[in-house]
């Protein structure tokens, strides 16, 4: 189990938002569980939105009124007898704050409130939904997360992300079409953060590298790459011509067993083998060093990987990251790998 304060840690990578001034109180703060944290994040969110006010957007409503507004659906007036009411069906823009991402604000707020945190977390956001009164809920198992975002609500980013989070992690369906609160944070979206907060890590501490979430091309003969599917790295580390692919790996368990004998995911291996070959074949003639490594979250169970293999040339790893340790020791782990593969590597607080 991952303490509770190094998940704020690692949203705090993947979130650069939460680096604030203003969320600096909650990384000091004590949380019984990952879903009272994102409360109190949601919440301090919230409340540094609403100092700049709720975005606005004209949405276009339809309704029966009895004095025109907008434009006239002669149509649907027709249809519904409104004339003999003596009113119209008109259809008009409003300027409001009933928003898709405001919606999803207010109902990711309202889905806290049925979880397991204290009542002083829940009054806090209670306060909060007063301000969304005009703000009407929305059905979050429909919700398209694909939001664009601009100039304008950039602010939003980071509140609608960890509204995924909260969403995907406490929202299930019953076979009979109930919803229940779950276990907080499952498998998947765990990978997505822990993929994430590695990446983001090198990014912030080691600006002499090239971290990156870059695709690999295929090393092909005569340049077909019809129907080959996307090679994409999860963390590509590079500097000069010396090259770490790391693949983040967050499972349940993190190896396979047959017969008795745990060995690693053979899918794995055979992936990270390919994208360090292609990588190389992109050096040509020039000398370089490409090496690729599988980095599993630390499970529970007693056989954890932790091996270094010449293949091919190349050196390809299977290593462990204890998350379960203090932060500072979760950091060094990061730091020696970055060591161990870049020779007189400065790492920048």
Known sequence: MIPVQNVYYMLSYAFKALNQQGYKKIATEEFKNTAELMAAILAKGIASQL?????????????????????????????????????????????????????????????LLKADISKTRKKELRKLMVYFTNVRPINLYRVNWNLQYNQNNQTYQMLISLCYLIVKGLLHTNTNGTSKLMDFLDEQRMYRLYEKFIL??????????????????????????????????????????TVLIIDAKYYKRSTQTQFNKHTLHSNNLYQIFTYVKNRQYQFGDEENTVSGMLLYAKTDVSIQPD?????????????????????????????RIVESHFTDINKVY
């Not at 129907?227 to 590079?238: A, K, T």
């Open 51 to 111: 100092k700049q006010g709720l975005k606005k957007d004209y949405i276009a409503q339809t309704e029966e009124l009895s004095a025109i507004r907008g434009k006239i659906d002669i149509t649907q007036s027709l249809k519904t007898n409104s004339m003999l009411r003596k009113r119209l069906v008109c259809s008009y823009d409003d300027f409001s704050e009933n928003n898709t991402m405001n919606r999803i604000i207010k109902s990711t707020a309202q889905l």
């Open 307 to 335: 091996n270094v293999y010449q293949m091919h040339g190349n050196q390809i790893s299977a290593k462990t990251l204890d998350l379960n340790l203090p932060f500072e020791e979760v950091a060094n782990q990061l730091d």
């Open 200 to 241: 983001e890590y090198y990014k912030r501490h080691y600006p002499d590298l090239s971290a990156s979430a870059s695709q690999i091309p295929w090393s092909l003969d005569d340049g077909v790459d019809h129907m080959l599917p996307i090679m994409q790295s999860d963390i590509h580390l590079e500097r000069g011509n």
